[in-house]
């Protein structure tokens, strides 16, 4: 029989983790619907479960210097309503699902769950997050691309819990999210695309690109953004089709039930292009 | 006079509904109940070999073919009985019911589900129409895998061709359409009164309970159905509750236990019927002046494992086939075949949105041929009173799709804006005509349906109205209750109606073919003059009233021919979108309707269907995608088989026209499929307009526009 | 098995279940809550809806085991306030009931929504429902008892 515990406190929680093998349960929007089962019998958990809804430490949002920090028990909804979000995050928050889950899920959870289709780790991606992963004797910090290892899975190691995730609040007056839904709302992502940019005068200053939904892990490359940053608008004009068609080769998505990977891959270049011409170009001008 | 019939009323189950009081399947308490599980083919086409089941502990109970009575039949009886109660050497799709397992405990049903072993012989399956005229794997069904076929020959359609200056043609496929009510398929089964008892969510409660006594080989009257509060069922809850009432009964006639049969979601999307797949070839002869001369037709539908209704609904895909036009000389061919998915059967529209999609694109694509807007050029073929309809008999309705049109063009602009979204590469609109026939096909009221109504004054200023047709979400329970109550003179607060008992209710006919209001709402206004003039007689007083068919429509079942429909409905949809030319993604940006359905007998329900209808439409259109992989559909959940939410399409604006109908209540016509069928093919058309590039497919998906663009 | 407390429309309420357990068995087994209804079972239809803390969520997606302490307003309890029966008869005046099986979800979303925003544009409202699926009404109809709910309890929210 699956048990489950309700720890009140982070040690507690990460004490537990260390006797046992342990399934992290914090808004379990995914959980329940992986391990759903019939009406009216038990979600078939494999595995004991640890709700951490429980421990407030755990619900903060705040701003610490320069990092916006997120706990892991912190809902969707409260990631949105919170005025320091950055807006790529808030916007790629908003697109999720629909209101009712939105108040119970956590960008944790999301995290954790690590769908190449997540519309919140895209951004992140974009953001330069990190991940806050802890155990009883200590933290460590993982950069989010150092955590997401491919679909479903993550580094984390056993007994460890991810409490946080941390957003560098570098300046950025370009930030665009973009998802392609399967409708137009309460809709699972066939692409989505996350840009951060800083624009001084006419000059991209820095970038970050992702891509999510078109690989097993959300795309992004810093070596192509180093191509951009530094660059001015007719510059980049210079290289938009070299840059097009170095991202053309990293994007590599699949067919599934939800669309087929020639409108992935298509899509997500135009979503590129688009920004490249016009997004970034706004904010120059 | 009938101002007043269609004036709003406050629905008489709103309250209880919204409130959460009223009771559907799942709401019930039946004590001490059993739980049901199917146990269902994994594979699409393969021999049974053997079935290796484990000891089960006491109280639980697998129930197979071999339960059922010797004097029962193992076939479910739809229009053919053709499908299986439970599988016995073969099985045709994956999710065919081989067994039932019943027991007292969810969890160990489960446990015990996953060690019952099916041993298969496989053989190669075909899912496409394809496919299945290609015989893969050999014929299943006779040595062709056809069904059956019709032709429908109005004037001398080869003439027309042979003399044409030049031929348009277009082939238009669309795809399966899941119901997706927003309760499952339920329902409970009791042995009560030394007989099974059926609850269940269901359009039909005498379709159930001739299945059950034919299965059981009982009497009729040896099978109690009881319909529940049904939420919502779009023609899903029309035959498929026999399919698996049938078994839980042939449960309950062994166990004499209740026993509780309800669909989960995934379940519910991955092993029901959908609407039918189709295929639909259409050539146009045009003269040198570009006049349409002759069409020809042809109509291929999927109907899945087994042929339960399957052609009726193709008869109706062809009855509609050739629209709202007048054309001198056509051939409509049909086919229905047999394939290794689910069984299709009844959704809403029940074959018309098929033939009505391909034949609007079509005269959109010759009218972008011979250089003419499709408004344009659809007019010049109305149909018009007196003309002849592709069955050879005289079209006998007061036919105002020119009134209707002139509606439509000034609510939506029609006709300034596609002129000017010519050259628009974001912007496009779109139109379709459609009509829907009323009631079952030619003369089935008559020869099958046979509908008979009861009424009875139950008090001072109360009657009670006994009929065997649903409240399912459309309104029944309140607009019949006006009808009764108008010719009583009384307030629909005091007629009683309640959710059919077969023990109670006389068989008016199943809730199906936009009949109810139409058909059975005319026999209880008829029945309620009968009681007006037994009023006297007290409380008590008892009327009936049985179907009469009015003589002047004729039709021959065998050679098809004649009055296909005593009447019509008539409907416009006018689309407008806008594409995003980075995705591809539509918006749809306006959506307006014209529809005449006689007189609406409630003008707020009305506007409901009419939301409704076009809504679910235009998902059809759009983004209900339904794709078969590995005889699976491989959107089952409800994640992935998506339907539109409050933000995919705006408001409607609607407007009726009135044209009442002489047999019909007030002069109702049936109206709850006609107002899903122009959606579609509007939707399609207004991105056909905008991208400038010929549309076959439904649904029109973002991916593929962006082979269209490229 | 284990005890669970929390408040159940304004009452205190415990139950000996299995953590895991979902909500919305809970109410609807336990509690006999059945305006609750189960659509999917996934977190998709919103049929289940109901308010945790204030929040509109799917109940469905909730394990008993997360609930300890909670404060849970089903349709049962809001029928019973002012506000729920403004919510109900603008829906039943509008026409926005149709089959009924998703509309004590819908009430649930309108009242969430009109605790945050008494005076809705009509985006806000399609915003507020659209993890509530309807197959019927094409959402029209139940927009405009959203709306007509607001007009009539002004004074309410």
């Not at chain 1, 916007?91 to 699902?97: G, R």
């Not at chain 1, 170095?246 to 292009?273: C, E, F, G, H, W």
């Not at chain 2, 794997?137 to 003399?163: H, Q, R, S, W």
């Not at chain 2, 021959?556 to 296909?564: K, R, S, Y």
Request: charged share 25%; aromatic share 8%.
């Amino acid at each position: 029989m699956v048990k489950s515990y309700r720890p009140d406190t982070l040690p507690e929680a990460l004490k537990l983790m260390e006797t046992r093998d342990m399934i992290p349960f914090a808004g379990g929007t995914d959980l329940m619907v992986k391990y759903q089962s019939w009406k009216g019998t038990l979600p078939g958990f494999p595995k004991d479960v640890l709700f951490l809804n429980y421990i407030s430490s755990l619900k903060k949002i705040e701003v610490k210097g320069e990092t916006l920090v997120i706990g892991a028990g912190v809902t969707l909804s409260d990631v949105a309503d919170y005025p320091e979000t950055p807006k790529v995050l808030r916007d790629a928050v908003l697109s999720i699902a629909a209101p009712g889950i939105r108040n119970i899920a956590t960008l944790s959870g999301n995290i954790c769950n690590a769908s190449p289709a997540g519309d919140s780790i895209c951004a992140l991606y974009a953001l330069d997050a990190s991940v806050v992963l802890s155990k009883s004797g200590g933290n460590r910090e993982c950069a989010l691309p150092e955590f997401i290892t491919g679909p479903g899975k993550t580094s984390l190691n056993s007994g460890e819990l991810l409490t946080a995730v941390k957003i560098p609040l570098k300046k950025a007056n370009v930030q665009e999210f973009r998802k392609v839904g399967t409708r137009k709302a309460n809709a699972l992502s066939k692409l989505s695309f996350s840009a951060v940019a800083e624009i001084k005068g006419d000059t991209v200053d820095g970038i970050a690109l992702a891509f999510g939904a078109v690989g097993p892990t959300v795309i992004r490359s810093t070596e192509l953004e180093k191509k951009l940053t530094g660059k001015t608008l007719e510059q980049i004009k210079l290289i938009q089709k070299d840059i097009m068609n170095d991202y053309s080769a990293m994007i590599v998505p699949i067919d599934d039930q939800r669309s087929t990977a020639a409108y992935r891959k298509q899509v997500a270049l135009n979503l590129l292009k688009n920004f490249l011409e016009s997004g970034l170009v706004q904010e120059m001008q | 006079m009938n101002d007043e019939i269609r004036k709003s009323v406050r629905r008489v189950d709103a309250v209880a509904k919204a409130s959460g009081l009223a009771k559907y399947i799942s709401d019930y308490d039946f004590g001490d109940i059993l739980y049901a599980r199917l146990v269902r083919s994994t594979r699409p086409r393969a021999k049974i070999l053997s079935v290796t089941v484990p000891e089960l502990p006491e109280g639980y109970y697998y129930v197979d073919y071999r339960d059922i009575p010797e004097k029962g039949k193992n076939r479910i009886q739809m229009i053919k009985d053709d499908w299986k109660v439970f599988a016995e050497d073969e099985v045709r799709y994956v999710g065919e019911t081989i067994a039932l397992l019943i027991g007292p405990d969810r969890e160990r049903i489960l446990n015990i589900l996953s060690e019952i072993k099916i041993f298969y012989e496989d053989r190669e399956p075909a899912y496409t129409i394809e496919e299945a005229l290609a015989c893969k794997g050999g014929a299943m069904v006779g040595d062709d895998n056809i069904y059956g076929e019709y032709n429908l020959v109005k004037g001398d359609p080869d003439t027309a061709f042979n003399n044409a200056a030049r031929v348009v043609e277009g082939t238009y496929r669309t795809g399966f359409q899941e119901h997706l009510y927003m309760e499952p398929q339920g329902m409970v089964g009791t042995w009560e009164g030394g007989r099974v008892n059926i609850y269940a969510s269901a359009q039909c409660p005498y379709y159930i309970q001739k299945s059950v006594s034919s299965a059981l080989g009982v009497d009729g009257k040896n099978v109690r159905i009881k319909q529940v509060t049904t939420g919502g069922a779009f023609g899903g809850k029309e035959h498929f509750p026999d399919v698996i009432a049938v078994p839980l009964a042939v449960a309950v006639n062994k166990i004499k236990k209740p026993i509780e049969l309800i669909f989960d979601r995934i379940e519910d999307i991955s092993y029901t019927c959908k609407r039918h797949p189709s295929r639909i070839t259409i050539k146009t002869a045009l003269d040198k002046e570009n006049n349409i001369t002759g069409m020809d037709i042809d109509t291929v539908i999927n109907g899945g494992g087994y042929e339960s209704s399957t052609l009726i609904v193709l008869q109706r895909a062809l009855l509609h086939g050739i629209g709202v036009y007048n054309i001198p000389n056509a051939h409509v061919r049909g086919r229905a075949v047999a394939t290794n998915t689910f069984p299709s059967d009844a959704y809403r529209g029940f074959g018309a949105p098929q033939g009505l999609y391909a034949i609007e694109m079509h005269m959109s694509q010759v009218a972008k041929e011979v250089g003419m807007f499709p408004a344009d050029f659809k007019r010049k073929y109305f149909i018009k009173n007196g003309d002849m309809t592709i069955t050879n008999a005289t079209m006998k309705d007061n036919v105002k799709l020119e009134e209707m049109f002139a509606a439509a063009d000034e609510m939506s602009d029609y006709t300034r804006k596609i002129r000017e979204y010519e050259n628009d590469p974001y912007r496009g609109i779109g139109i379709s005509f459609v009509n829907h026939g009323g009631g079952f096909t030619g003369n089935g009221e008559q020869e099958i349906i046979k509908g008979l109504v009861r009424m009875k004054r139950t008090g001072e200023n109360r009657a009670a109205l006994y009929v065997s047709n649903v409240e399912m979400g459309q309104g029944l329970q309140t607009v019949l209750r006006k009808i009764a109550a108008k010719e009583l003179g009384l307030k629909y607060t005091d007629i009683e109606y309640d959710n059919p008992d077969t023990d109670i209710v006389p068989d008016s006919g199943p809730t199906v073919a936009s009949r109810s209001t139409m058909v059975v709402g005319y026999l209880i206004q008829e029945c309620a003059k009968k009681l007006k003039g037994k009023w006297d007689e007290g409380v008590g007083a008892e009327a009936e009233h049985r179907y009469i068919h009015p003589s002047e429509y004729k039709w021959d079942q065998d050679t098809l021919q004649g009055d296909a429909y005593p009447t019509y409905g008539w409907g416009i949809n006018v689309v407008e979108v806008e594409m995003d030319t980075v995705t591809y993604e539509v918006k749809t940006t306006g959506i307006w309707s014209v529809f005449d359905v006689g007189i609406p007998m409630d003008d707020t329900i009305m506007d409901g269907q009419v939301s409704g209808g076009v809504i679910q439409g235009l998902g059809y259109a759009s983004i209900e995608k339904c794709e078969v992989l590995d005889g699976r559909f491989r959107q089952h959940t409800m994640a992935d088989y998506v339907i539109p939410t409050s933000m995919d399409f705006p408001e409607i604006k609607n407007k009726f026209i009135d044209n009442p109908y002489k047999y019909g209540p007030s002069g109702a016509k049936g109206a709850g499929e006609l107002v899903f069928d122009a959606a579609a093919p509007a939707y399609a058309d207004a991105v056909q307009q905008l991208t400038g590039k010929n549309i076959y497919d439904i649904p029109v998906t973002p991916e593929m526009i962006m082979e269209l663009e490229e | 098995m284990a005890k669970t407390s929390f408040i159940l429309n304004g009452e205190e309420v415990s139950v000996e279940a299995d953590p895991l357990k979902r909500l919305l068995d809970v109410l609807r087994e336990d509690f006999e809550a059945l305006g609750v209804k189960e659509g999917c079972g996934e977190g998709e239809c919103g049929a289940c809806s109901i308010l945790l803390n204030g929040k509109l969520v799917n109940s469905c997606m909730i394990p008993l085991g997360a609930v300890e302490g909670a404060d849970i307003v089903t349709p049962e309890g809001l029928r019973e306030t002012e506000k729920g029966k403004v919510i109900i008869e603008s829906f039943a005046d509008t026409g926005a009931v149709q089959c009924g099986f998703c509309t004590p979800g819908m009430m649930m979303a309108a009242e969430a929504l009109l605790e945050k925003n008494n005076n809705p544009e009509e985006s806000e409202i399609r915003e507020a429902l659209s993890g509530n699926l309807c197959r019927c009404t094409g959402y029209d109809l139940i927009v405009k008892g959203v709306k007509t709910s607001a007009e009539r309890g002004k004074d309410l929210w």
